[in-house]
């Protein structure tokens, strides 16, 4: 079981996998059951009246049938979700927020929170990476994580992401989980891998479309995961890359820093 934890500091983002809670439908076969928490990244703070569409895993394409509305405490319960994964977008509050995509998240999930990303941190975060935002193109934040035999997340430092097709500008955060410079444009704080801390990175201006984002150490790719980017305003995907289940260690290097 991956217990999936804060994605902290600017790009926060919680997935909790949980048991399976069966419900059982009209005809006596088990109906699957998912609930979530709709939720402000920045604030952490519950919302409701947000509308939440469940949407294909693969290509971010709404699930006809599955859109419903968070209550007063921003619970939202969808029953019968299709497949083993699915992906959900939590739709912009205008001027407040953007449209939040997560994918790879647990059909069955009893405790799952769906985050809503605010407008500030969706134009700021890139500029601190010293990247001029084309809203016309994809953004993915996310971290990279090993997890180990207990089932806890760990970050992965000095990890470079790799997207393919290879279309956007990646940007590390600092310890401060901030994002910052690469090190040719800043050689004080700039960084060009993931901090050890933190494992954060941040994709910004990706053409829309199926892309691949990899984990490399050293030259050799640690794990990757299968994301759809959306050339969209105010749209942002939230994604975290995690290492291969063959990997019996992090694989951060002993010297990193």
Known sequence: MHVKK???GLWGVLFTLVVVLPACGGD??????????????????PMGGITVTAVDNSTGQPLAGFEEVSEPDGSITFEGLPGEKVGFLCHEVPGEHVD?????????????ELWL???????????LGGVTLDTSKGVVAGSIYWVNAQGEEEPIGCAQVVDEPATGAVRYFGGNELPVKPTADDPVNGRDSTHPNNGLFLIANMEPGPVTMKIVINGEEKGSVDVVTFGAENTLLISNIYADDALTANPTPADCQ
């Open 6 to 8: 804060t994605l902290a």
């Open 28 to 45: 006596g076969e088990s109906a699957a059951q998912f609930k979530a928490t709709v939720k402000d990244r920045m604030s952490r703070t």
């Open 100 to 112: 939040t995509y997560q994918f790879n998240i647990s059909t069955t999930a009893q405790d799952e």
């Open 117 to 127: 990303v605010d407008l500030g941190t969706y134009q700021m975060a890139p500029a």
